[in-house]
């Protein structure tokens, strides 16, 4: 019996138990699904959690529910992997050999690698909305202000889903607007970027968006540290920002036993072949989703489109095939625009957000980098499309594994 | 996409001046874009920062973030910003000639 364990069962590693259930023959292989717990989180969900739109049971469901037949969940806090006799050691002293592995742990925050940022304020006044609890602490505090300066800032780049922040910055607009205190909040999104939008047809059709909802942006604002006792953040150099509420997205490192394991790089996400997803140091592993240090951005979307690539890539390793299949870093994304609307983003590795119509060309109904109704009504569908068809690895009609140049304005 | 005439070399930058095709670059390049963005000598300390910009963004397609910029090639914070006055990430990256830091939209 051959044994190919999946470690991290979020999004990435539930899609491709499914995927590989399908395909492997259970009279000749195991399938083992590690996670440290049983709750399964629907993280787009965060960015509306502050603002009261979802609570904690839109979020979370059993991670056994989308566990296919088939495949076993292992609960355990993996300890780490040991390459060289092809193993996992969880901390409880179980050890789990595998023939193959796919790493699909994920990223989360790390506020105490920033200064000050995991200080007194933390949860008092600075908050993150990149887990549940922050989420739902946030909205407790978003519910209580009253006014004053409102800075959103993003640490350090990679993040995941890397719109996020500017969502977070549209939705509290029309949040304080409909409460009627906008005149009292001043709006400041910090960006270590060149800009809000760095990609030129965005910047091109979107750059006055901030503008026209008094967002002020601070670009190239790289923070060295937060002065609590002063409520500012402080940039390496020395520009300071004071606030009366911090939203921060800190660091986003990869799972703690990866570094363990010597197998990442120095935030701990691991060195993966951008094409086929494969570990540049191990042959039988293979890595997905946010865990890797791909260009592609970290989201659900692309997790899902290499979920598919990795199918074949897998079926193709233990075959003794060569790879053949290519992720080519396909994304796409709902971004929440404030007011009732949204846009729709497409792209890859090397072809920009592009405005045009999606998925079908002429037709649409979607529209590209346009702010409409229709592309916000899209994401709140977007709830159940993940519960019921992407988790369980169902193909999204009309949507293709490599990006379509298709219905897209060159 | 503009052509540029740097020096010496024709080479393929993009509306702001960063080179498109990281291949192309050499030191004399280098050089040629420093002394553009008002750098008048690379030192054995620039070139540490470039040479270690290079390798990220050849090994991940991105380029490093300041903290990590700091923490891996030993150049403190306060001498990166007096080696690339007005910002290291943007300027570091323009003579190292790979893309500008970027997000995805």
């Given at each position: 019996m051959k044994q190919l364990v999946i470690l991290g069962a979020g999004t990435a590693g539930t899609m491709m138990a499914q995927h590989l259930a399908q395909h492997l023959d259970p009279q000749d292989w195991r399938l083992l699904l590690v996670d440290r717990d049983d709750e399964h989180h629907y993280q787009p969900g965060y960015i509306f959690t502050p603002f009261g739109l979802y609570d904690r049971a839109d979020i979370i469901k059993p991670r056994r529910q989308f566990v296919p037949r088939g495949a076993e969940l292992v609960l355990g806090e993996i300890e780490a992997v040991e390459p060289a006799q092809n193993r996992v050691r969880l901390q409880d002293g179980r050890t789990l050999p595998y023939d193959f592995l796919v790493i699909a742990s994920g990223c989360s925050i790390a506020p105490?690698?920033?200064?000050?940022?995991?200080?007194?304020g933390w949860r008092k006044n600075i908050f993150d909305f990149y887990t549940l609890d922050g989420s739902l602490a946030l909205r407790d505090a978003l519910a209580k202000f009253q006014g004053g300066r409102l800075v959103i800032n993003i640490?350090?780049?990679?993040?995941?889903?890397?719109?996020a922040p500017l969502e977070f910055a549209f939705l509290a607009d029309t949040f304080f607007l409909q409460r009627g205190i906008r005149h009292k909040v001043e709006i400041i999104y910090a960006t270590?970027?060149?800009?809000?939008?760095?990609k030129p047809r965005a910047a091109k059709e979107l750059g006055d968006l901030l503008a026209r909802k008094n967002i002020k942006v601070e670009a190239e604002?790289?923070?060295?540290?937060?002065e609590g006792d002063k409520n500012q953040i402080v940039s390496w150099d020395e520009r300071a920002i004071p606030f009366d509420l911090l939203v921060s997205i800190p660091t986003n490192m990869g799972a703690a036993f990866v570094e363990r394991s010597g197998l990442g790089d120095e935030l701990n996400f691991i060195p993966t072949?951008?094409?086929?997803?494969?570990s540049k140091k191990h042959e039988n592993i293979f890595v997905l989703g946010?865990?890797?240090?791909?260009?592609?951005?970290?989201?659900g979307s692309v997790a899902h489109f290499q979920a598919e690539i990795l199918t074949e890539n897998l079926l193709a390793a233990i075959a003794g095939r060569p790879l053949e299949a290519t992720f080519d870093g396909h994304a796409n994304c709902f971004v929440e625009t404030g007011g009732g609307k949204a846009l729709l983003i497409d792209f890859n590795y090397d072809v920009e957000p592009l405005p045009g119509v999606f998925?079908?060309?002429?037709?649409?109904?979607m529209h590209l980098l346009r702010e409409t109704r229709l592309n916000h009504w899209g994401k709140l569908m977007f709830k159940w499309i993940y519960w019921n068809m992407l988790l369980k690895a169902r193909p999204l009609p009309f949507i293709p594994v490599h990006m379509s140049m298709a219905g897209k304005q060159v | 996409m503009p052509n540029k005439t740097i020096g010496a070399f024709t080479i393929e930058v993009d509306?702001?001046?960063?080179?498109?095709?990281?291949?192309?670059?050499n030191r004399d390049i280098a050089t040629a874009i420093a002394q553009q963005e008002g750098i008048a000598t690379l030192t054995d300390r620039h070139l540490l920062v470039v040479d270690f910009m290079r390798k990220e963004f050849i090994e991940k397609g991105t380029g490093p973030s300041i903290r990590r910029l700091t923490k891996e090639s030993g150049v403190e914070t306060k001498e990166l910003y007096a080696l690339?006055?007005?910002?290291?990430a943007k300027k570091a990256a323009k003579i190292a000639g790979i893309k500008k830091p970027a997000g995805c939209i």
């Open positions: 105490q690698q920033t200064e000050g940022l995991a200080g007194a640490t350090e780049m990679p993040i995941k889903c890397p719109v270590p970027l060149p800009g809000a939008f760095t604002f790289a923070i060295g540290r937060v072949d951008k094409h086929t997803l494969r946010d865990a890797t240090d791909l260009p592609s951005s970290k989201a998925p079908l060309p002429g037709l649409g109904p | 509306d702001e001046g960063f080179m498109l095709d990281h291949t192309q670059w690339f006055p007005g910002g290291p």
